[in-house]
Each structure stands twice: as structure tokens, then as C-alpha cells.
């Protein structure tokens, strides 16, 4: 059978999990897609807002396609992500960035698993795509069967946890779909207790404005200043809903070892700060992380700095503070001024 053979090559080339759907499987995501939208939700991710005709229909997308395979690779952390946040002269960097960019490491595999599906069948063609395109991989993934979006909006299943990359293979080729998976959460309530910034605004609801991916990722210019000190000393993404998630005792254990950094998981907050763009660039060559700029980097840097409780720091931030960069001066003064001012 076809699709039992695709599972094995696709768990041979390093995925978790494999599943199918329909193009039509997610009705519901165009509807709460524009809701999310026109509440503003999104922030500054005008992108989301785009194409929303494709990002709510798959079928629209690649209107030629007749299944969606969707699949889910671990990158289960071997440490708990939590303890650096006690480590207030590090940094804290997300679990899924530590390492290679995954985009890189997912879109590679899809690939061979996309050209030996094709192989199978004349003429048959397909698509694949990781995190980039307008695909809303988490509801075709709980289509798929692959696991379900928990109340912190991420995807998780039962025997995999949360910590997993999705990738997805829109071909031509029929396929018999999986039967979807449906929210195990219960009455737990984890993930929205921990936010440090209440980003949640209601169990499977996010306002991104509010969250620390969001406002160290995604944001430009200056962060609201009632939300900084709530970010402690996360410098690029946060782990906290994720890392608190009771189904990760069921987790698969992470394969690929590319995703786990070298020692980099904890970095000194007054070393970060002596990065100039090359050394900034140099550092963080094939890391996500990479993508959001010595700029944005340093002012979550100077952030962190100011959360830090320590005095010695004071003078790293004040060496920023006529920064070309506006929002980096912006950080650098506020951190100077919380770690001088009177107690």
C-alpha cells in the first residue's frame, strides 16, 4: 500500500509522525483566521493578514491538489528549557533556535520524501512547505491526525509532546486520509498559568501583542514598556507554555542532533552586548536567530540587561545608550535606569 510505504520512507528520513488529510479538511480556519485578524491579534505580522484567501483554504492554495501529507519532526530538548530563566546574567534562548535553523533541515527532508512519492506514480507532482509559505500547518496537522492545538495554540499529541517542527506535502496523488485528532487538554490549564505577559486571552486564544515570541521576533522598535520586565531576560522566543505541557512525559526523544546548540543555550547577557553586526552575523550564521538583526537582537539584549538585577551591567547598557538604532538607545536607557535607580 502506498501510504504505508511513504510512512516508513518518511519516518526512515527522520520525521516523528505522518498523516493525511483532504484539502478541505480545516472549513473553520479561514473564519477564525479573520477573526484573529480583525481583532488585530497579529500585530505587526501584516503577512498574516495576506492572502488570507490562501492561508484559509488549502484547496485554494494549489487548487490541482488532492492530498495534504503532513509531517512532524521532534526537537525534544534534552535539559529543561526553564532553568536558564534563574540564570539572570544569561540569556535565554528558545529551545527550536538553539541550533540549525530547522527550515533548512525540514524542507531538505520534505524533499526526499516529496521526490520518492512522486517516483511512485506518473506523472504526479507535489509542493512542499515549511513554516514560510500561507499554510496553516497546525489545524492541517490536527486534520491529519497528527496531534491536536492545545490551549497555547500549539500543536501537541499524545506520543509526541509539544516540540515539533511541521512540514507539509501537498500533492496530486490521492491518498486515503487519517481520521483527525481531537484536544485530550481537559482541565488543565499550564500554559495559560505560566505566561509571564497573560498573552492568552482566553484557552486556544492568543493576542501575538502580548507574546514573547512575538515581541522578540517579530516586533520592531520599541517594546511596550508595562510588558518588559515581564520578558526577564528571554532574548529570542519563550519556551514557558511549551516547556509546562504534562503530555511531554510521553514525548519522542529528538533524532537530530543539528538542533541543539553548542553550550549557546545559556549565553552571557555583557557578551551578547559586545556584538557588533559582523560579530552578530558571525555568531549566529545558520541560526534562526540570525533572521531578526543585530539591531532587534541587542535591544532584547539590553532588556534582558535591565531585568538582570545586576549593577555591574548598568555600565554595558549605558555604552548603548547614543545607539544609531532608536530602539536600541530606547532599551539601553531603561535598562540603565532600572539597574541604578533607587531602591
Excluded at 509531517?71 to 535565554?92: C, F, I, K, Q, S
Excluded at 512522486?118 to 492541517?140: R, S, Y
Excluded at 484557552?203 to 514598556?225: F, M, N
Aim: proline share 5%; glycine share 10%; charged share 25%.
Amino acid at each position: 500500500m502506498l501510504k504505508a510505504r511513504l510512512a516508513d520512507f518518511a519516518r526512515a528520513a527522520g520525521f516523528s509522525a505522518i498523516g493525511v488529510c483532504r484539502p478541505d479538511a480545516v472549513p473553520q480556519a479561514a473564519g477564525r483566521l479573520a477573526e484573529f485578524v480583525a481583532a488585530g491579534r497579529h500585530g505587526q505580522m501584516g503577512w498574516m493578514a495576506e492572502r488570507m484567501e490562501w492561508r484559509g483554504s488549502p484547496a485554494a492554495l494549489w487548487p490541482a491538489a488532492r492530498s495534504v501529507v503532513m509531517l512532524a519532526e521532534a526537537y525534544t530538548p534534552g535539559h529543561d528549557p526553564l532553568a536558564v530563566l534563574e540564570m539572570r546574567d544569561r540569556g535565554a534562548v528558545s529551545v527550536y533556535a538553539q541550533g540549525r535553523d530547522y527550515h533548512d533541515i525540514v524542507k531538505k527532508r520534505l524533499k526526499a520524501v516529496g521526490r520518492w512519492l512522486i517516483a511512485q506514480e506518473a506523472g504526479a507532482q507535489i509542493k512542499v512547505f515549511v513554516d514560510t509559505a500561507p499554510v496553516m500547518e497546525k489545524p492541517l496537522a490536527q486534520a491529519a491526525g497528527l496531534g491536536w492545538q492545545g490551549k497555547h495554540t500549539n500543536l501537541l499529541g499524545r506520543d509526541l509532546g509539544n516540540w515539533v517542527f511541521l512540514g507539509a506535502i501537498f500533492t496530486t496523488i490521492v491518498l486515503d486520509p487519517d481520521a483527525a485528532e481531537v484536544s485530550h487538554c481537559g482541565s488543565c490549564t499550564a500554559c495559560l498559568d505560566i505566561c509571564p505577559t497573560r498573552a492568552f486571552v482566553a484557552p486556544y486564544q492568543l493576542d501575538a501583542r502580548r507574546c514573547i515570541s512575538y515581541l522578540t521576533i517579530e516586533h520592531k522598535g520599541p517594546v511596550e514598556e508595562g510588558l518588559r520586565a515581564a520578558m526577564g531576560n528571554r532574548i529570542y522566543g519563550c519556551d514557558d507554555c511549551l516547556a509546562v505541557c504534562p503530555w511531554n512525559k510521553f514525548a519522542v526523544v529528538a533524532t537530530e542532533m543539528r538542533y541543539r546548540g553548542e553550550g549557546g543555550e545559556a549565553p552571557r547577557l555583557r557578551d551578547l552586548a559586545a556584538l557588533d553586526d559582523a560579530g552578530f552575523r558571525a555568531r549566529y550564521s545558520g541560526s534562526p536567530v540570525k533572521r531578526i538583526g543585530r539591531d532587534r537582537f541587542l535591544r532584547n539584549v539590553l532588556y534582558a540587561i535591565g531585568n538582570s538585577g545586576e549593577p555591574a551591567l548598568a555600565e554595558v547598557a549605558r555604552g548603548h545608550c547614543d545607539d544609531p538604532d532608536a530602539a536600541v538607545a530606547d532599551a539601553a536607557r531603561w535598562a540603565v535606569g532600572r539597574l541604578t535607580a533607587k531602591g
